[in-house]
T-cell receptor
Framework: GQSLEQPSEVTAVEGAIVQINCTYQ??????LSWYQQHDGGAPTFLSY??LDGLEETGRFSSFLSRSDSYGYLLLQELQMKDSASYFC??????????WGAGTKLIIKP | SQTIHQWPATLVQPVGSPLSLECTVE??????LYWYRQAAGRGLQLLFY??????ISSEVPQNLSASRPQDRQFILSSKKLLLSDSGFYLC???????????FGSGTRLTVV
């Protein structure tokens, strides 16, 4: 079957750096996406990796290793507003988007 | 710029009643459209997607149906709601299939 695994919850301190991992097992692979969702809100698109390596967008970076079926989202200089759930999602060989269950990021002052 | 509108924001419906949720996209043509459901504290479940007018793909057999009567309009319907239909319903669009979704603000449906 197809699956994405990410931690259910991660806790970090304001101003610190946190990494949210995502491992996937899918029938084929076209790309890995990350979305942010605040409580009660809709998900918003953060990043997309189709090739190995690190993509940086401001305080957020996303990494992909296709050989390891692994990626991560790196958040730097954490702010309280970064408290949210983060979802990884993979496009498989049928061009379907498979979602992880989400990681709740808790930030403490 | 492109915008997506989804309404209503909240809805409380009795069991057995019909449902119609509407989603419209502005500022783009021939978008890929999606309906998702999210249970509280859970991930997203794809319900339907559409790559064009009248083209609907269903991912999960259920009590719901979808239609795309116009290029930028996507409707989620049910003839008779069940308690298990409660959840957070999200409409989304993308230019490329399954890449870079933009979500609507969602409808929180409670079936009582």
């Amino acid at each position: 079957g197809q699956s994405l695994e990410q931690p259910s919850e991660v806790t970090a301190v304001e101003g610190a750096i946190v990494q949210i991992n995502c491992t996937y097992q899918t029938s084929g692979f076209y790309g890995l996406s990350w979305y942010q969702q605040h409580d009660g809100g809709a998900p918003t698109f953060l990043s997309y990796n189709a090739l190995d390596g690190l993509e940086e967008t401001g305080r957020f970076s996303s990494f992909l290793s296709r050989s390891d079926s692994y990626g991560y989202l790196l958040l730097q200089e954490l702010q309280m507003k970064d408290s949210a759930s983060y979802f990884c999602a993979v496009v498989d060989s049928n061009y379907q988007l498979i979602w992880g269950a989400g990681t709740k990021l808790i930030i403490k002052p | 710029s492109q915008t997506i509108h989804q309404w209503p924001a909240t809805l409380v419906q009795p069991v057995g009643s019909p449902l119609s949720l509407e989603c419209t996209v502005e500022g783009t043509s021939n978008p890929n459209l999606y309906w998702y459901r999210q249970a509280a504290g859970r991930g997203l479940q794809l319900l339907f997607y559409s790559v064009g007018i009248g083209q609907i793909s269903s991912e999960v057999p259920q009590n719901l149906s979808a239609s795309r009567p116009q290029d930028r309009q996507f409707i989620l319907s049910s003839k008779k709601l069940l308690l298990s239909d409660s959840g957070f319903y999200l409409c989304a669009w993308s230019v490329r299939q399954n890449y870079g979704y933009t979500f609507g603000s969602g409808t929180r449906l409670t079936v009582v």
